[in-house]
């Protein structure tokens, strides 16, 4: 399993136009993708739960990716989220 | 003569008879069914077809108002794809034995509610988004068609509110204006009834149902609408409408046309801007590209040193909205009169001759390096221009270069992706005018920033009311030095524009034309002004 920390600097947080590009980049892996703010936690492929944290500027979320293309996947998310949130 | 007052969105006038829309009411089946798989596809066919009609409203607002505005219909689209919205009402049809419409109803509201109770302003404004999918939905499993609500007369549209996917779903030939109840100014309502240069009034709390079918006049102006005005008010107010109306057409004809001479010469007519909100107003006047980008706003609108990440965010959306146009963006133009907290710079006697600028930039290298970082890592999204302003030496130019360098050294390790980007510079101070030969060497392009330009040669400070009568913006030394300068850009062959308050000057736009310039950038509202006189302009004669 690999585990990224990020630290969301976006002044609207992880919000909906860009959370959709989100979804879609996490639906081209097979991998499980978790993404975790503090003990909520929700699966990245779902767009509106993932509006449905909240996540904020300054917020920092966890993102776990377990599966066979963990390693792609993990480094493609780390990637999206550095250059989008 | 009934007098009503809302708040105007826009400076024009409607003329017609009003027209009462009223969104269409919803039914709904509350008992029980009895084929559950029956309203299982009916519910998958319609969401199917809701997702469809998104990716046609997305084209449509695209058209009319602009990829920014229509961006919510992406977002839309991907509401409804989403996984647990559609079990929920799935679930609910199954397990209750509901209709479709029902299931439709509860499921969606369910998640706006979630939405509507959330802290976040933000977040708390995309519960309208949800509703406005779940109409959408209903309409399609009920068989409403919104657009039949507008009647088939041109008319001056009356409603409580609008949502944006009622907004773009109008048939625009019959709109003379909108007026609603509810709205707020930034509402995607209003967005979209500026780029479509539609008068309309919101917030007008004074709307009757009696009004439907009478002679009516919009006035933006006035933030007013006039019932049944008077034939006096009537004919003055036709008036302004077709000089406004004629006005609009003459300019609106030039969208899409080339700028260029009579005898064939193309000069590209590009806008100024100072941030991200101005990008609606560069596609509504048809600029070229942006010749300036002033990328102070980003350190102007912060109370910190901004971030990589908040410039790099910042800058690809303006170069990615813009794309395939270039947009120059100029680096941090700090100093002089535009000073901030954060960045702890001296009170100085003579700011317009200190620390300011590239100076600033090529002594505080860490602070500098941020922004060429953002800058590259914005390339790859877009056609990108560089410029650094108040070069007066080539060894400053050369040192810029190779930090940049170093930034996209780095970048390349790190694994970014950098894309072709043209570099430049201002000319703005006599002494690059001077030594314009060695600095061409260096660059793709000059810009002229002709007011520092003006002010460094004449020795005229431009605030300063005691001046005017020594002061002229057409000093024969400013031409002379524009003259020099597009000489010896092309004696390198790199383009040459003017990007200051000059190049909208449309006394000297023959003059420029003359003098070889090869880019004019102006506020965005002079772009069409300023097409049309170079298309009037004939350098063979």
């Given at each position: 399993m690999k585990e990224i920390k990020f630290t969301v600097t976006?002044?609207?947080?992880?919000?909906?136009r860009p959370a959709g590009v989100l979804v879609k980049e996490a639906k081209k892996y097979t991998s499980k993708i978790t993404v975790w703010k503090g003990d909520k936690s929700c699966d990245m492929r779902k767009l509106l739960a993932l509006m449905g944290m909240a996540v904020k500027q300054n917020d920092e979320i966890i993102v776990q990716v377990d599966g066979d293309d963990e390693e792609a996947c993990a480094a493609a998310i780390e990637k999206f989220l550095k250059e989008n949130f | 003569m009934i007098v009503a007052t809302g708040k105007s969105i826009l400076n024009g006038i409607g003329i017609g008879k009003i027209k009462i829309y009223k969104a269409p009411t919803y039914d709904i089946n509350m008992g029980l069914v009895e084929d559950v798989d029956k309203e299982l596809a009916r519910f998958e066919e319609a969401v199917q077809k809701a997702i469809d009609q998104q990716g046609v409203l997305y084209e449509k607002a695209k058209r009319d108002a602009g990829e920014e505005s229509a961006g919510i219909f992406e977002a839309h689209q991907l509401m409804l794809e989403d996984e647990d919205l559609q079990d929920a009402a799935k679930e609910i049809i199954t397990s209750?034995?509901?209709s479709a419409e029902y299931a439709t109803k509860t499921a969606f509201d369910e998640y706006a509610q979630m939405f509507a109770e959330m802290d976040d302003p933000y977040m708390r404004a995309r519960s309208a988004d949800l509703l406005d999918v779940e109409t959408d939905v209903l309409d399609f499993l009920m068989g409403?068609?919104?657009?039949?609500?507008?009647?088939t007369e041109p008319s001056i549209l009356v409603a409580e509110d609008l949502a944006p996917s009622e907004t773009v779903k109008l048939d625009k030939s019959l709109l003379l204006g909108m007026i609603t109840r509810e709205g707020s100014s930034n509402s995607h309502t209003a967005i979209l009834a500026r780029s479509m240069n539609l008068p309309s009034l919101i917030q007008?709390?004074?709307?009757?149902?009696?009004?439907?079918g009478k002679m009516a006049i919009l006035d933006g102006y006035n933030s007013c609408v006039y019932i049944e005005p008077t034939a006096d008010l009537l004919e003055t107010l036709t008036k302004k409408h077709d000089e406004d109306v004629k006005k609009w057409a003459l300019l609106q004809e030039?969208?899409?046309?080339?700028?260029?001479?009579?005898?064939?010469r193309s000069v590209r007519v590009y806008a100024n801007i100072?941030?991200?909100?101005d990008l609606g107003a560069v596609n509504e006047n048809d600029a070229?590209?942006?010749?300036?980008?002033?990328?102070?706003f980003v350190y102007l609108n912060s109370?910190?040193?901004?971030t990589e990440e908040q410039q790099f965010m910042a800058y690809k959306r303006v170069v990615e909205t813009l794309a395939p146009r270039l947009v120059v963006i100029r680096t941090c133009d700090i100093g002089a009169d535009k000073t901030i907290?954060?960045?702890?710079l001296d009170k100085e006697e003579n700011p317009a001759l200190g620390f300011r600028a590239i100076r600033i930039c090529l002594t505080r290298k860490p602070f500098f390096k941020k922004q060429l970082r953002a800058l590259l890592r914005a390339s790859a999204y877009g056609n990108l221009g560089i410029m650094f302003p108040m070069?007066?030496?080539?060894w400053e130019l050369v040192e810029a270069k190779a930090i940049l360098e170093e930034c996209k050294a780095e970048l390349i390790k790190e694994g970014y992706k950098i894309g072709k980007y043209e570099l430049g510079i201002m000319i703005e101070t006599p002494a690059s005018v001077l030594v314009a030969d060695d600095l061409a060497e260096e660059v793709d392009f000059f810009s002229l920033g002709t007011n520092d330009l003006t002010q460094y040669l004449c020795a005229?400070?431009?605030?300063?009311?005691?001046l005017e009568r020594f002061s002229?913006?057409?000093h024969p030394a400013v031409l002379k030095a524009i003259q020099m300068t597009v000489e010896a850009g092309h004696r390198h062959g790199i383009w040459v524009g003017i990007c200051g308050?000059?190049?909208?000057d449309p006394t000297l736009t023959e003059w420029f034309l003359r003098a070889g310039v090869d880019e004019l950038s102006v506020n965005p509202k002079s772009v069409l002004p300023l097409r049309k006189i170079i298309r009037s302009v004939d350098l063979s004669k």
């Open positions: 976006d002044p609207l947080g992880i919000h909906a | 209750q034995k509901r409403n068609d919104a657009s039949s609500m507008q009647g007008c709390k004074e709307i009757d149902d009696s009004w439907d030039l969208k899409g046309k080339p700028s260029a001479t009579i005898d064939g100072g941030g991200p909100s070229e590209g942006v010749g300036l980008f002033r990328s102070e109370k910190e040193e901004p907290d954060y960045m702890n070069i007066i030496s080539k005229i400070d431009r605030q300063n009311a005691k002229d913006t057409h308050e000059l190049g909208a």
